[in-house]
């Protein structure tokens, strides 16, 4: 089960309601720690360029969501509240997407090391 290829990765939200594409490999996989990836505990594929996600559809139904140091851009569909992807606080040219919303990628196959996103921060964590 090898995607270093990077043939194109179908993934979509749980309601459906945003799909997309995305050429990536999905190994190394990480968790990050930073204090939204604690809370939602996804598994995220390597980061790629922007250019490597294409939206198919729903993308009026993805609510962004910014905090701390308001460089990364978390993405959540407002219908079923799944996060499929975010743009990275190190390089905002990079994106992440979450591994559990690719099709036929099991994430929990997958040996996953922690992204330390929580000494990126320049504001504490409150
Ligand atoms: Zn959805």
Redesign the pocket.
């Known amino acids: 089960m090898s995607h270093e290829s990077h043939e194109p990765l179908r993934g979509a ?6 799909r997309f594409e995305v050429r990536t490999a999905v190994t190394p996989a990480a968790r990050c720690n930073c204090s939204l990836c604690r809370r939602k505990g996804a598994l995220m594929t390597p980061p790629f360029a922007a250019g490597a996600l294409n939206i198919l559809s729903g993308e009026d ?1 993805l609510t962004l969501y910014q905090f701390n140091t308001r460089v990364a851009r978390h993405y959540f ?1 407002k ?2 509240g ?1 996060y499929p992807f975010h743009q990275t606080r190190k390089d905002p040219h990079l994106w992440r997407a979450n591994i559990g919303c690719l099709e036929g990628v099991d994430p929990y196959t997958l040996d996953a090391g922690v992204n330390d996103g929580a000494s990126l921060s320049v504001v504490e964590d409150t």
């Open positions: 939200c749980h309601c459906g309601a945003v139904a569909c219908h079923c799944i």
